[in-house]
């Protein structure tokens, strides 16, 4: 070992003269080789990357663009998203024209002339026919102006015997004018039917009457053809009036026309 150390510090230069000597014949010798003479076999698989190629070989390296794809089935539709918030109120628009005025409508009721409600009983039923008035001052009425007046009246029968039975007497509005005599107001009647209790059923009516200017006139209720059990009984009465003068638009006529089938049965009550 020692001899091969004294070999190799003797001769140290002359080494390092032949290492560069060999390393430059093959260098030279790498790059001596003639042009396309680097083929397949030459090169080691994976060895030559993209960057060692030019763009123009890359470029020519890609194929034609493929004909498009069937498009695929639409995808099922998403949820509904949130409603939004409530825009602003819009500003308020301008005010439209006035419309044309309408026709002027029909005339009202003058003011009432006159009103009241009087409830009051008769003294007991006679046989035939009875009419029967308020005693009090409002039973009577005495108009500066002809009036009509629109009267109601609600009357049941008290049996004192209560032994009412069947059809009793007929029932109508009582007209006294002046110093004329009693009548009634022509109508037909409904009739009063005994019930073997202490009072009969209530009977009501309503009619326009008319009342002569300055003609003190007494409205009540008028019963017809009394008889049987029915005698005796005594009346109980309400009536109620509002009249208005007859000029007023919109009342009914005071005597409205019946037609011919009630005339008739009015008629036939009268005999």
């Known amino acids: 070992m020692r001899k091969i150390g004294t070999h190799m510090r003797g001769h140290f230069v002359a080494y390092l003269a032949l290492f560069f000597a060999l390393g430059g014949t093959s260098f030279a010798a790498v ?49 509904t998203g949130a409603t939004g918030a409530t825009g602003a109120t819009g500003a308020t628009g301008a005010t439209g024209a006035t419309g044309a005025t309408g026709a002027t409508g029909p005339a009202g009721l003058s003011p009432a002339l006159a009103s009241s409600t009087v409830s009051f009983s008769g003294t007991a039923l006679v046989a035939g026919n009875n009419f029967v008035y308020s005693g009090a001052a409002a039973g009577t009425l005495t108009l500066a102006k002809a009036a009509k007046c629109l009267v109601t009246a609600a009357t049941q029968l008290d049996d004192v015997g209560t032994n009412d039975a069947g059809e009793g007497p007929y029932y109508r509005f ?11 107001d022509g109508n037909f009647g409904h009739y009063f039917q005994g019930n073997l209790s202490f009072e009969t059923t209530d009977l009501s009516r309503s009619a326009v009457i008319a009342v002569n200017a300055a003609e003190a006139t007494k409205i009540g209720v008028f019963l017809g053809s009394v008889s049987g059990n029915f005698v005796g009984d005594f009346p109980e009465v309400q009536l109620s009036y509002v009249c208005y003068d007859a000029s007023s638009p919109g009342l009914a006529p005071a005597a409205a026309a019946a037609t011919p089938a009630m005339a008739a049965k009015a008629a036939a009550q009268d005999r």
């Open 31 to 79: 790059n001596a080789l003639p042009s396309n003479s680097v083929g397949s076999a030459q090169i080691k698989n994976g060895a030559i990357q993209k960057v060692d190629l030019s763009k123009r070989t890359v470029s020519s390296l890609r194929g034609l663009r493929g004909l498009r794809g069937v498009s695929g089935p639409a995808g099922p539709a998403g949820p």
């Open 174 to 184: 009582a007209i006294k004018r002046g110093a004329a005599a009693d009548t009634n």
